[in-house]
Each structure stands twice: as structure tokens, then as C-alpha cells.
């Protein structure tokens, strides 16, 4: 994989592509952190990538992102200068200025919109992120994992509030967050998980924008020749195929705050008679075909348009579309206890064990 | 009682007589330049072929690629005024932000920001400030605008201040005509004000082309009511249109797909629909076009338009083919409309797809003769290539192992062949005028998209509540109302927002009144 120095405005449609990619079906459709990174980048030139190596140990760090519901932030744009507010805020607290920005989430609106704020704040972005695709929840970090506390938290909205927080904990943060977002109109933009250097260097996934990238420039130029990305896909990011077929039942309903449900999948050409059920809260987190796992959380589970390989959001799914099931093992630190605890099939209330997607693929 | 139906095509202008399920005539007559020259003579051949009175036609319907193709051409686009109530969200992505130049350009790039605009709930994200709208008129004014489209921060869940700020502007500007956000797209809020800046240029060539369709039908002597047909099978009244003419995007498609399911009485099929330049496959799912699934952009402005999911190759009646000797190949050139002045058979000198047909015997026309300098060999090597081509494209719209039928229509149909891969093909009768009986046979709907809040009802309830609203629509649009039935039926709960906010989106049809 070809690792990014800078991002430039003509890199921005292949980091979008490859940020609905990783959305993993949930984290909102990239394209508005899209135009406000191109805007930005236009204003203030290209964003400088800095390698994890290649940090001061004693650099600041500071994640920015959206929080809340990706609909609402489609339809009540940003006013623009929320998350610098943000940055602003816990600069105050800190009482020290951000030597660099990070992405927090590799996957959906949050892969974008912190490089629009790294344009617009004139800093470097780190070559990383805390969680190699899309969760739902802000303890969902690897950071978590390296006891980097999420507080001092920043949020701001579009009127001019710009709250920080103080908790005992990530997942509390997470709990505490969420209201005020709703108050926010349903969306906010935060700064979050301050770290140094030397933290970062132990606690975050590297290399997440140059993976990015390079999965948004294999989709543009597969589909380009007119085939399907899937395989190069699975060749070049060691990922597989593991269903093709038609979305035949999608059944959606909220519990506690969050769109849960289920997809059927009935197989087409190589897996005709068979069917896939594929269960979701935000992002595809379970993979099953009668009752077996072909692939659990944090593993990747991505649906690909069949026709132009295309990622399709669970809100975008509906009756009749025909779509390629991927599955990408998930970074190592996710497979380790603590990693499972916080993002394992258990959290989200699927009773079963979780078992590498390449162990139970290889074993078919 | 008998319905026209029309297609007024960029090549062809069709027409044909219907009466109930009988199709009476279906006539073909190029397309003017005026538009009304070619509807007059297409609508007269096909009243006297029917041998019908004039005074027995009930109702005329029209389909159109005229909108569509302004807008790809950028002409007949009018200056228009973008007003987004927003303030002080939203300021980041101004109006227009992501459009190809030419056209910020042909709708002259103004636009201004005001404070206004809901949140989710319905709370205010910034009261409307009267005195700023009135600055805005004036200096609307001034830049000399009478077209202005109006689009504010969830209005999907609540229109107040798009109407608010309307009745306003309306007073200091008497002359213009106003185009509103909620009236016609869905939440998104970029995609949804690009269709109502779009609608917004279009209302002046709208009212033209209307009233011209209505001079046309006029000189030829038939004064029922006529309609025009929408994106998704369903007719739009007069009056309607003029005032949503973006509406008629990608009609030409759709009515081309229903047309074939009425003629050959197939509901689920694949769509052939093959004209002089271009074959359009399109799949039919309970007899209506299968949506596209992504957002679809329109001359390269994005929308979230219901648009149908075609799939279009460069493979038409038209198509030049490379000559005996070099390498194979077929377009996508085409001789287009002047295929009778260019094609061999026709005394030309160009080899295409239609001189193959005939000189293999799958049609009869032109002069056979002229094809004695092209072996059966080069023949046939051309037809299994422009075969392949059908296949390839009939499978991509394809959704299931089912052998479901092909529907061969357009006047470039020879081309397909009996059978496409394992599917079967039919040929209806009249297919060559399916896009005109497409149109004949458009209904009423009526549509609602929106959020619903289940704190206080069931989701039974919100559904029922959101299905009366989108029968009033329809009813209020002309529909009959003993024959609504629900055409699509979708509800996405919102992640993370309380009070279990739900999106519905539904719509209903029902044949047209009279």
C-alpha cells in the first residue's frame, strides 16, 4: 500500500469512496465532509500527512468529528467553523495549541471531515485513526484500549455553544455526549481524546488515510475498466467475497436510540439456493447463513453494489438490490480481550463467541 | 371516449389512439424544431387512422425529454435566484457548490443565505427575519430575477418558513414565480435545493412548451384536457407542470418500460428499448420501473429524484459498423435521424447496424441490393457482436435467475434477437410506439416523505396518517378516488434521535378521473 503524504483537492474523491467503504454500512455518506474538504483544501492548499513514526513524542494530538445522527447533518449543513470552535475550546482547557489533527473513525462523514478542519486550521493530519472502520459509539476507540481518556471533551453546534466535559470514563462521555447532541438539533461536532505523541505512537490504528485512499483509487479504477472492484479488493487488502445476492427482506426498527435490524440475502449465480442474514445496528456487525457466522463484528462486513461496486449504507438497502457481501479481518488490536469487550458480538447483544472471519471462512 | 398518448422524443414525435384497453392507432412523424409542428401532425395521423371523432377524445397525455435535454444543453435556462433560510447553520456549502460550472453559469450563480430553517423537531434554528428578506427582494430586483427557488433547513418536516418567506417576497415582488423545496424533493438538503434551483430555470421553457402543447392540440381540434407525464409512470395536469417542470426528468424511460408492460401484459421483465443512437434496459418489478438505487445526476448536478434505474449502451438502429477488412467494430457513432439519407440501403455510404439487420433478413426495408459488397460472413460476425452487447447489458439489469421475459421495443427492436441468454424475447404489437402508450396510460399519485415522531402513536398509525396524506395529494392531483392503492411503502427509524423519530416514505396511485 502506497502511503499519503498530502491530501489534495483531487484526492478527495477517492478518500470519500474509500471512507463509504469502510463506513461498514453505518457512519453516513462521506459526500458532505467531501465538498467541505475540497472547499477548505481550495482555501488553504493541500493537507500535509504525517506518518505515526515520524511524530514528536510530545506533539499534541487532537481528534475532531461529528457526532450524532449522519441524516441530520445531510439536511442541517455544518455553519462551517464548529469544529475549529471545538479545537478552540479544548485548546483553552489544555492550554496548549494542537500540533495535529486525527480522524477518529476511518469509515463514513467522520473520514472526511477532519480533513476539512485540518485545511481550515492549517495543520497536518495524522496517517491513522482509532477505529480502522466505522462503530457507533465514541468508547469505541482504540485509544480506549490505551487508557487516552476521551475528556476533556469539546462540542460545538452551528449558534455558538461550545461545551466541555469532564467524566470518570469513555463510556460515560459516550452517555453524557449524546444528550447534548439531541439538544444540538441531533448532530454536533467534537474535539476529543486529547493525546500526545508518544500516546498516539501506542494507541491508534496507523496508516488508516493511506488505506483509504488506496481502496477509494482501486474502486474508481476497477470501475473505470468496468468490472467489479470485489476481487482486486480481496487480493490487494487480504479481504474476501462472501455472498453475492439479492436483498430480499430488510426489516429496520429503533431500540435504545439506534437503527437495528436485519437483511435476507438470497444467493445469485455461485451462491444460488442459499441465503445470508445479515444484522445490523448503524453498521453491519453480523454475517450469518443458517444460524452459522460468516463473519462477526469487529471484523468488516461491507456491502458492495453488485453492478458498479459501490458501498451501500443500511439506510440506502432496500428490497431488490444486488449486492456483494465483503468481509475484511479487522486490526488485531480489536481481536485482543479488551478490544472484544468493546466492540465484540457480546457488546451488542449477539450471544455467540467471536471467531476470526479467516479461520471461519478457510474452514468452508 | 378515447385517450392520445405522445412521446415527443429528440428524433421521433409518436402518437397513438386509445380506447380502454384497444390500441386504435400509433403513428410516428419527426420531431420540429418548434416542437408543436411535429405533435400536430403525429396527433392528426393517428385521430384519422383511428378513424375516431375528434370530440370522443377524453384526454391527451404527453411525455417529454424537453426539460432533460435544456438542461444537458444548458439553453432556455432562465437566471434564477437561490434563497436558503438557514442561518447560521449551513454556511459552509452555499447553494450550487457542487455544480458543473456551464450551468452555475446558465442560471447565473445568485444566491443568498438567511437566517431561518428547522431543526429535526420542528424547533427554530433562527427565527425569519423579515428585514433581511426584504433586503433580499430588493436586490433581487435590481439584478432584474423573476424566478426564485426557496429552500430551508428541514423543510420536509416543516414548510412554515419556506411559505413564510414566500408570501413576503411575494409582496415586494409581484411578478415572480416561486419554486418551494418541500414541494418537491425528499431530506437532503443539497440534492433537494438543486431540484428546486433546476425547477426554478425551467418555469419560463415550462410555460412555453405548455401552452405550445396546448396550441398544437388546439389547431388540430381537440379540447379535452391534456397531461404530461412525470419520472415515475404518473401524469401531471397542466397547471402542475408549469409549475414543477423537473418532475418530467427521465420520463422518456419510464413510459417507453410501462408501455411495454401494458402491451404485453408482463409485470416483471427486462426492458429493451432500442432507438437510433442509444438501446435503454430497464427492469420492470410489479409493472413499474425498478428505482435506481444511488442519487442521479441530471446534466451533472446532483438530485434525489425516484429516477428509474436504466442501464444505456451505444447500440441503436443507427450505429455505424466498421467496414469488411478492418477491425471489428460497432459504435458508438451514430448516423441518428439521417440514417435514411446515410445508411446504404438508403442510398448512403455509411455501413450500419440496420443495413445488417436487413442484409441477414431480419427486416425488410431500404433497397437489399445495395448490400452486395458486404459478405454474410462480416454479416454475421457484426450481429454476434452487437448480441453480445444485449446480453451483457440485459444481465446487468437482471434481478434474479428467473426466466423472465425480454421486451423488445423501440423502432430499433430488429436488432434483438429471439432469445437473449437463456431469457425469452417478445415483441409486442405496436412496440415500436410503446414510449406514446406509455404515456396513455399514466396515473395519478401522490407522495409523502417525511418524519414522524412514534412518542404519541404507533407506527401503524403514523403509516395510516402518511397514507391519507399521500390520498389527499392524489385525489387533489385528479386521481379517482375508489382507485388509490398503495404503489411503495418504506420507513427508516432514525439512529440516535429520541422520541423514536421515524422517516416515512410512501406513495400512492390511482387511475386518472374521467
Known amino acids: 500500500m502506497e502511503k499519503i503524504k498530502t491530501i489534495t483537492r483531487a484526492d478527495m474523491a477517492d478518500v470519500a469512496l474509500g471512507g463509504a467503504f469502510l463506513g461498514t454500512g453505518g457512519g453516513g455518506d462521506p459526500y458532505i465532509g467531501k465538498l467541505m474538504a475540497e472547499q477548505a483544501i481550495g482555501e488553504n492548499g493541500p493537507v500535509p500527512v504525517i506518518g505515526i513514526a515520524s511524530l514528536d513524542d510530545d506533539a499534541l494530538i487532537v481528534p475532531v468529528a461529528m457526532m450524532g445522527a449522519p441524516t441530520v447533518m445531510l439536511e442541517k449543513l455544518p455553519r462551517g467553523d464548529e469544529a475549529i470552535s471545538a479545537l478552540r475550546s479544548l485548546e483553552a482547557v489544555l492550554g496548549r495549541k494542537a500540533d495535529a489533527i486525527f480522524c477518529i473513525e476511518a469509515g463514513g462523514l467522520n473520514s472526511t471531515i477532519p480533513i476539512a478542519v485540518a485545511a ?3 495543520l497536518p493530519i495524522v496517517d491513522g485513526d482509532g477505529m480502522g472502520r466505522a462503530f457507533p459509539e465514541l468508547q469505541m476507540v482504540s485509544m480506549t484500549m490505551f487508557d487516552v481518556h476521551a475528556c476533556p471533551m469539546a462540542m460545538a453546534d452551528e449558534k455558538g455553544n461550545a461545551l466541555v466535559l469532564n467524566t470518570v470514563d469513555n463510556l460515560s462521555t459516550e452517555k453524557f455526549a449524546r444528550v447534548i447532541t439531541v439538544e444540538m438539533g441531533g448532530a454536533g461536532l467534537i474535539a476529543l481524546y486529547p493525546m500526545t505523541g508518544a500516546q498516539a505512537k501506542r494507541a491508534i490504528l496507523p496508516d488508516s488515510l493511506s488505506l483509504i485512499a488506496s481502496i477509494g483509487r482501486i474502486i474508481t479504477a ?8 470485489a476481487d482486486r479488493l480481496a487480493a490487494d487488502l487480504g479481504g474476501m467475497r462472501l455472498f453475492e445476492g439479492r436483498v430480499t427482506d430488510v426489516d429496520r426498527r429503533t431500540e435504545g436510540g439506534f437503527a437495528r435490524g436485519q437483511a435476507v440475502i438470497e444467493g445469485l449465480e455461485a451462491y444460488q439456493g442459499r441465503s445470508l442474514t445479515l444484522k445490523f445496528q448503524n453498521e453491519f456487525l453480523l454475517a450469518e447463513e443458517d444460524g452459522t457466522p460468516a463473519a462477526i463484528t469487529p471484523d468488516l462486513i461491507c456491502l458492495l453494489d453488485l453492478e458498479t461496486g459501490q458501498p451501500i449504507t443500511t439506510e440506502q438497502m432496500a428490497y431488490g438490490y444486488r449486492v456483494i457481501v465483503f468481509g475484511l479481518p479487522s486490526d488485531p488490536k480489536w481481536r485482543t480481550d479488551h478490544g472484544l469487550e468493546l466492540v465484540g458480538p457480546k457488546y451488542f447483544g449477539y450471544d455467540i463467541p467471536y471467531q476470526p472471519i479467516e479461520d471461519i471462512n478457510a474452514k468452508n | ?15 397513438v389512439v386509445m380506447q380502454g384497453d384497444q390500441i386504435l392507432s400509433g403513428v410516428k412523424s419527426p420531431t420540429t424544431e418548434d416542437v408543436m409542428g411535429g405533435v400536430v401532425d403525429a396527433v392528426e395521423r393517428a385521430i384519422t387512422d383511428a378513424g375516431i371523432e375528434k370530440s370522443g377524445v377524453t384526454a ?3 411525455g417529454t425529454t424537453h426539460f432533460t435535454n435544456a438542461v444537458v444543453e444548458r439553453r432556455h435556462i432562465a437566471r434564477t435566484a437561490a434563497v436558503r433560510l438557514c442561518l447560521p447553520a449551513a454556511q459552509c456549502l452555499p447553494p450550487m457548490v457542487d455544480w458543473p460550472d456551464d450551468m452555475c453559469e446558465a442560471v447565473g450563480g445568485h444566491f443568498w443565505m438567511a437566517k431561518g430553517g428547522n431543526e429535526f423537531d420542528g424547533r427554530k434554528i433562527s427565527a425569519l427575519d423579515m428585514a433581511e428578506i426584504d433586503t433580499i427582494a430588493a436586490e433581487i430586483g435590481e439584478a432584474g430575477i423573476d424566478t426564485i427557488a426557496i429552500t430551508s433547513v428541514f423543510s420536509p418536516v416543516s414548510d412554515e418558513m419556506e ?6 417576497l411575494a409582496e415586494r415582488l409581484p411578478d415572480a414565480s416561486f419554486t418551494l423545496s418541500s414541494e418537491i424533493g425528499r431530506l437532503g438538503i443539497l440534492e433537494r435545493e438543486n431540484a428546486a434551483i433546476m425547477n426554478a430555470s425551467l418555469r419560463a421553457l415550462s410555460e412555453r412548451t405548455v401552452d405550445a402543447f396546448g396550441r398544437a392540440l388546439e389547431k388540430v381540434g381537440v379540447t379535452c384536457p391534456y397531461f404530461i407525464t412525470q419520472n415515475d409512470g404518473t401524469l401531471m395536469n397542466r397547471d402542475f407542470v408549469q409549475s414543477y417542470p423537473v418532475l418530467t426528468f427521465a420520463s422518456g424511460p419510464t413510459n417507453s418500460m410501462r408501455g411495454a408492460a401494458f402491451l404485453s401484459g408482463k409485470t416483471e421483465a427486462i426492458v429493451v428499448d432500442v432507438g437510433g443512437t442509444t438501446t435503454d434496459v430497464g427492469a420492470l418489478v410489479k409493472g ?14 446532483r438530485t434525489n429524484f425516484r429516477m428509474p434505474d436504466v442501464f444505456a449502451i451505444g447500440l441503436g438502429g443507427g450505429t455505424i459498423v466498421s467496414a469488411e477488412g478492418e477491425p471489428l467494430s460497432v459504435g458508438p457513432k451514430s448516423v441518428g435521424y439521417r440514417l435514411t439519407q446515410e445508411a446504404l440501403i438508403f442510398g448512403g455510404k455509411t455501413l450500419t447496424t440496420s443495413d445488417i439487420a436487413v442484409g441477414l433478413g431480419l427486416a425488410d426495408f431500404g433497397d437489399t441490393s445495395a448490400l452486395t459488397g458486404v459478405s454474410p460472413d462480416h454479416m454475421q ?3 454476434a457482436h452487437t448480441d453480445n452487447m444485449l446480453l451483457n447489458a440485459v444481465e446487468r439489469m437482471r434481478v434474479s435467475p428467473d426466466p423472465i421475459p425480454v421486451l423488445a421495443v423501440g423502432g430499433g427492436s430488429i436488432l434483438v434477437p429471439e432469445q437473449v441468454g437463456d431469457l425469452p424475447v417478445i415483441r409486442p404489437e405496436h412496440f415500436s410506439v410503446a414510449n406514446a402508450v406509455g404515456a396513455a396510460i399514466g396515473q395519478i399519485s401522490g407522495e409523502v416523505d417525511r418524519i414522524f415522531s412514534l412518542e404519541s402513536k404507533s407506527r401503524e398509525e403514523a403509516l395510516n396518517d402518511a397514507r391519507k396524506e399521500a390520498t389527499d395529494k392524489a385525489i387533489a392531483a385528479g386521481a379517482r378516488p375508489d382507485s388509490i392503492e398503495l404503489l411503495d411503502q418504506e420507513d427508516v427509524p432514525l439512529a440516535y434521535l429520541p422520541g423514536n423519530a421515524t422517516r416515512i416514505r410512501l406513495k400512492v396511485v390511482g387511475d386518472m378521473n374521467g
Open chain 2, 288 to 301: 413499474f420501473p425498478r428505482p435506481a438505487s444511488t442519487t442521479v445526476d441530471v446534466g451533472g448536478v
Open chain 2, 381 to 383: 460476425a457484426v450481429k
Open chain 1, 222 to 229: 476497477e470501475q473505470t475498466a468496468n468490472r467489479n472492484p
Open chain 1, 120 to 122: 481550515a486550521a492549517g
Open chain 2, 60 to 62: 391527451v397525455m404527453i
Open chain 2, 163 to 168: 411559505r413564510a418567506a414566500m408570501a413576503r
Open chain 2, 1 to 15: 371516449m378515447f385517450r392520445i398518448g405522445v412521446d415527443v422524443g429528440g428524433t421521433n414525435t409518436d402518437a
